[in-house]
């Protein structure tokens, strides 16, 4: 990880990408204030989502307290084995 120190104007966000596709930065304004930049990978970025997705979330304490199974005689007979 490295710090990079920006002035207003020193780089374009694209840029910034740039620096950014190989490991993490931090970027630290003139006041201080610095703000993080990393690679993330799209399934990373969907499981944060759904983390976050009350209906979804529902939807999986819905599914985890069901009870209900099916013996493997009944599947086999369901599926004609």
Sequence with gaps: MKIINVESGQLTLDEVMTLAQGEAIVLRKPDGALFALAPVDEFAVEVELLKH????????????????????????EELGL
């Design 53 to 76: 997705n009350t209906e979804f979330m529902a939807f999986l304490r819905e599914l985890s307290q069901e009870k209900a199974t099916i013996s493997l005689q009944s599947l086999r």
